[in-house]
C-alpha cells in the first residue's frame, strides 16, 4: 500500500513538472528565441574572432563558470577575455557547429541553457 501510494505521489509530481515546463516554454518563447539567436550570432563572433561584436552582444558585467570563474566588468575586459581565450585553441581547429540549444526559465529573467 505504501508503494503505491508513492508511485501515485511521484507520477502526480512529474504529470505536474511537465506541464508546469510546457506551459513556462510556450509562455517564454520569444524569450527564447531571442537568446537562441543570441547565441548564434555570438558563435559566429568567436569562429571570426570578433571580440568586439561579442563584447557589444554581451550585458556587463559578465560571469562565466568554466575550470574556473571568468568576470569581466568593462567592455575592453571581455575583448581582452575572448581574445585570450581564443588564443589557446590550435589556429587549425575546425569549428563545429551547435545544431540546437535548449533554453530553460529558472525565474523571472533568468534562463539557463545548454547544448
Request: no cysteine; charged share 20%.
Amino acid at each position: 500500500m505504501k508503494l503505491k501510494s508513492l508511485l501515485l505521489i511521484l507520477s502526480l509530481f512529474f504529470s505536474t513538472s511537465v506541464l508546469a515546463d510546457h506551459h513556462a516554454k510556450t509562455s517564454t518563447s520569444s524569450e527564447v528565441e531571442a537568446i537562441t539567436a543570441a547565441y548564434d550570432l555570438y558563435v559566429n563572433h568567436f569562429i571570426e574572432s570578433d571580440y568586439e561584436g561579442i563584447a557589444s552582444a554581451m550585458q556587463l558585467p559578465l560571469v562565466q563558470k568554466a575550470d574556473k570563474t571568468l568576470i569581466a566588468v568593462t567592455k575592453e575586459e571581455v575583448i581582452d577575455l575572448y581574445g585570450a581565450l581564443k588564443a589557446n585553441i590550435r589556429p587549425d581547429y575546425n569549428y563545429s557547429s551547435v545544431d540546437k540549444i535548449k533554453v530553460s526559465k529558472i525565474i523571472d529573467s533568468i534562463y539557463l541553457f545548454f547544448h
